[in-house]
């Protein structure tokens, strides 16, 4: 954060609104329930980083009469550059160990677009397709913020200065009414690009949140003209004093209550929450030894204010690595683990980085700044490009389907259902189109698109991937999706017919259902929420299975059921699972599908055992990992772990049918 200048007083309550800030951001990460709009802490931050800047350029142009816009730039990069590139370089090399060899060139595109301080564009636009869009957050996410306050580093001071310049007497004024209007601008523009099924293109717009930033550099430009020895009358003290109560209890409701996904948030509710840190600000500037100001100035939350900067870099990739998978915990236990490291490393940062490279006596001179700044940006640079490009790939195991496609016996692990014994084998099945190899096409949901998509090409089989990216079988519109109220995709209603189009195109002779996910969530059924497992909801996925069924077996299909495997889709900030990620929930599934395959004569394959072998949730089996985000498969995993097992069983009941 920025640092005050000589001729612009130390207020020790600037520190403490900052250790406010970014607690109330740490305990909404963490899932404490009682700050559930602690997001707004960044907007607190906004403002006090608009007040400061605004006030240090302004008090450089009165006592110098001229704005040394290097020096300026060379202080913000000695005082935000270290941390970060820091934070940066740790984040990449752990997320080579931590991540899936799939997400690593978005983590690389993440880490440069962090240095180069465009984070929140690059979050806004990080999607372009399901995956993208559904993916875990990026351990960088964070720095969207950053991004927007060094954008306003760049251009404010030289906008500033133009008009101090230009305007000379009246430039405090023109100042004050650009603020005023760019901070309405950036309202309106909130206002009109709100959409509830886009909320990043404003939640991360530098031109949608600069409100906050102008509502504090409008603050600075109206205390301009006090001198420091300038006291406020008593009734402005008490003025500002019910201004700052007002402004704290807002504060207060709208860090508990608020959600980044209500309407009435970007229509007026980031003006309304920047207000009310003015006016905090205000009164415990103007007014050193009021209650607001001392309250402010206590001294953990000062010491927790100096760090904060430090704290906010450190916590978001600290909570993600620190998650319950990995360290058993959760609830308040978990949290205060996380807290804790977060705070180590941005102590351990602000002792041996930060303070000793803003204090080096040869940094001090901005002719060395540029160079040294660039260097360390550089190393950064290639470190990301280094730690993040993907690991070659194994070469694919060679399965040898001979023997699956020449001798037709049953395969011990999956369960075959009730079928005729003198049942023909499908591809011997009347009508079949005409075609020397076996045809397996595998439908449902992403899950088993990447089953699908991943499976090494064969020369003996034809193998297609019917997947459908997004869809399930369920269709009922009102979804919850970690914890958020969630609809379907585009054309997920008519999954049926996308089937059915699939069924003809290929004609199978062995049709693979793998459904591990929409099935699983709670859905509004009969005026409430329900789920699988319960009576009514298991009634209607019932009916849906069925037609799933009857759909790939239209044709003469022998129909192939994997059962679910356990997933890790996402963790509640608190370190739960998530409702849909429950083992309970999976096993109910798995009951239907085993119900539904005696009843039509279907094969069901134990996928869950061979995913999950030790019975619960499982990022590696086999020596490799095997899901790449707690839910999809990775490639390397189908490759080397799932083909070797699955395509020979899939191959034998090709050519020979379901035996008893």
């Known amino acids: 954060m920025p640092e005050p200048p000589r001729s612009f007083a130390y207020h020790p309550a600037l520190d403490g609104v900052r250790a406010l800030a970014v607690g109330a951001v740490l305990m909404f990460h963490g899932g404490v329930a009682a700050v559930g709009g602690g997001f707004l802490g960044v907007d607190a931050f906004f403002v006090l980083s608009g007040f400061l800047i605004t006030s240090l350029l302004l008090a450089e142009h009165r006592d110098s009469g001229r704005i040394d816009l290097p020096a300026f730039w060379a202080r913000r990069a000695r005082r935000l550059l270290p941390a970060l590139l820091l934070v940066l370089g740790t984040v990449v090399i752990v997320g080579r160990w931590t991540l899936a060899p799939e997400e690593l060139p978005a983590l690389r595109t993440d880490a440069l677009a962090a240095v180069a301080y465009v984070a929140n564009w690059r979050m806004m636009y990080r999607g372009g397709g399901y995956f993208a869009e559904t993916a875990a957050p990026s351990p960088l996410q964070h720095t969207w913020s950053l991004g927007i306050e060094e954008q306003f580093y760049l251009f404010w001071p030289l906008f500033l200065t133009l008009v101090l310049v230009l305007a000379r007497r009246r430039g405090h004024g023109v100042l004050l009414g650009v603020c005023g209007a760019g901070a309405a601008a950036a309202a309106f523009a909130a206002a009109r690009l709100f959409d509830p099924a886009e909320v990043d293109r404003v939640y991360y717009g530098t031109d949608t949140r600069a409100t906050a930033l102008l509502g504090g550099a409008a603050l600075a430009v109206v205390l301009s003209g006090r001198t420091p020895r300038a006291d406020a009358s008593p009734a402005a003290r008490r003025l500002l004093g019910g201004f700052a109560a007002a402004g704290a209890a807002i504060t207060a409701w709208l860090w508990a209550d608020a959600d980044g996904t209500d309407a009435w948030l970007y229509p007026g509710g980031l003006v309304v929450?920047?207000?009310?840190?003015?006016?905090?600000?205000?009164?415990?500037?103007?007014?050193?030894?009021?209650?607001?100001?001392?309250?402010?100035?206590?001294?953990?939350?000062?010491?927790?204010?100096?760090?904060?900067?430090?704290?906010?870099?450190?916590?978001?990739?600290?909570?993600?690595?620190?998650?319950?998978?990995?360290?058993?915990?959760?609830?308040?236990?978990?949290?205060?683990?996380?807290?804790?490291?977060?705070?180590?490393?941005?102590?351990?940062?602000?002792?041996?980085?930060?303070?000793?490279?803003?204090?080096?006596?040869?940094?001090?001179?901005?002719?060395?700044?540029?160079?040294?700044?660039?260097?360390?940006?550089?190393?950064?640079?290639?470190?990301?490009?280094?730690?993040?490009?993907?690991?070659?790939?194994?070469?694919?195991?060679?399965?040898?389907?001979?023997?699956?496609?020449?001798?037709?016996?049953?395969?011990?692990?999956?369960?075959?259902?009730?079928?005729?014994?003198?049942?023909?084998?499908?591809?011997?099945?009347?009508?079949?189109?005409?075609?020397?190899?076996?045809?397996?096409?595998?439908?449902?949901?992403?899950?088993?698109?990447?089953?699908?998509?991943?499976?090494?090409?064969?020369?003996?089989?034809?193998?297609?991937?019917?997947?459908?990216?997004?869809?399930?079988?369920?269709?009922?519109?009102?979804?919850?999706?970690?914890?958020?109220?969630?609809?379907?995709?585009?054309?997920?209603e008519n999954w049926d017919r996308r089937w059915r189009s699939g069924v003809r195109r290929d004609d199978p002779d062995v049709a693979v259902i793998l459904l591990d996910r929409w099935e699983l969530m709670d859905r509004r059924l009969d005026g409430r929420y329900q789920h699988v497992g319960q009576p009514a909801y298991d009634a209607y996925l019932r009916k849906e299975l069925d037609l799933a069924i009857g759909i790939v077996t239209a044709r003469g299909a022998l129909p192939v059921l994997l059962t679910a495997p356990y997933t890790r889709r996402a963790e509640r900030p608190d370190g739960g699972l998530w409702p849909e990620d429950q083992p309970q929930r999976v096993d109910a599934w798995n009951a239907l599908l085993r119900d539904a395959g005696k009843r039509h004569g279907a094969v069901v394959i134990d996928l869950n055992r061979r995913v999950c072998p030790d019975g619960e949730f499982t990022w590696r089996a086999g020596g490799v990992r095997i899901r790449s985000d707690g839910l999809h498969f990775t490639p390397e995993g189908v490759r080397a772990y799932l083909a070797p097992w699955l395509l020979p069983q899939l191959a034998r009941l090709a050519v020979g049918g379901p035996q008893r």
């Open 273 to 492: 929450a920047a207000l009310a840190v003015v006016a905090v600000l205000a009164h415990a500037v103007v007014s050193p030894r009021s209650p607001t100001a001392r309250l402010l100035a206590f001294g953990p939350l000062v010491r927790l204010g100096r760090i904060s900067y430090g704290v906010y870099l450190w916590h978001w990739p600290l909570f993600q690595w620190l998650n319950a998978g990995r360290t058993g915990l959760s609830g308040s236990c978990l949290l205060l683990v996380r807290v804790t490291a977060a705070l180590a490393a941005a102590a351990a940062s602000h002792l041996l980085v930060e303070r000793p490279l803003r204090h080096a006596r040869g940094l001090r001179r901005p002719m060395l700044t540029p160079a040294a700044a660039c260097g360390a940006t550089a190393v950064t640079v290639v470190v990301a490009l280094l730690a993040t490009a993907p690991p070659a790939r194994a070469p694919a195991p060679v399965i040898d389907l001979d023997r699956a496609l020449a001798v037709p016996t049953a395969e011990p692990g999956h369960r075959l259902a009730h079928a005729l014994p003198a049942s023909p084998p499908p591809v011997r099945r009347p009508g079949r189109r005409p075609g020397e190899q076996p045809r397996i096409s595998i439908f449902g949901d992403s899950v088993a698109w990447t089953l699908g998509t991943y499976l090494p090409p064969q020369t003996r089989l034809d193998v297609e991937s019917r997947g459908v990216q997004g869809c399930g079988i369920a269709r009922l519109p009102d979804i919850r999706y970690l914890g958020v109220a969630h609809t379907n995709y585009p054309g997920c």
